[in-house]
């Protein structure tokens, strides 16, 4: 909730001539909030790029009001983050959403904060993405982590599920 229309287009369009200059062998997702979708959705098709939703519905389509479902984002998005820590959803709802997420053959990356929730959730169908709960800002306030610790501990997750793609989800500077 940070750009309006016209803060977005201009975001992609300085996006695009910073991809333009590099080479990159991972996916580059990027995911807006719902109401651009469409146009982010559009700018990742021509670019070579894929689009992520900010969250999916319990419910795949149907009456509740305000509610994004998987049957609307899978027009638009291959991905879909579910159970980000902002959110405050209790780990069953967050399973669900990763659930109807993985029937309709969008990949979701799942939110964790401690690693248990990654041991019972980590699979090679989901991206795992941990959230360094001294690094979710609170009011765009954060304490920092040290790079150094925060590969630490990537790395002692990487140790628990071997085949399973894990990302940093924590702010960063």
């Not at 969250?55 to 291959?78: Q, R």
Request: hydrophobic share 35%.
């Amino acid at each position: 909730m940070n750009m309006n229309l016209t803060e977005t287009k201009k975001w992609l369009f300085d996006f695009k001539n910073i991809i333009e200059e590099k080479t990159f062998k991972n996916k580059i997702v990027l995911a807006p909030p719902s109401v651009y979708l469409e146009e982010v959705s559009n700018f990742c098709k021509i670019n070579n790029l894929f689009c992520s939703s900010q969250d999916v519905s319990l419910y795949e389509k149907g009456a509740h009001t305000g509610e994004v479902g998987i049957f609307e984002l899978k027009d638009y998005c291959s991905f879909s983050i579910v159970g980000h820590s902002e959110r405050k959803e209790p780990r069953e709802i967050v399973i669900k959403k990763t659930l109807i997420c993985l029937e309709h053959k969008v990949t979701p990356f799942v939110c964790f904060i401690n690693k248990l929730d990654f041991a019972a959730e980590a699979s090679k169908e989901k991206i795992m993405c941990w959230e360094d709960p001294s690094n979710i800002s609170k009011n765009g306030i954060y304490q920092k982590t040290s790079i150094e610790d925060i590969a630490k501990m990537m790395g002692d997750l990487k140790q628990i599920k071997k085949d399973t793609v894990i990302l940093y989800g924590g702010s960063v500077n």
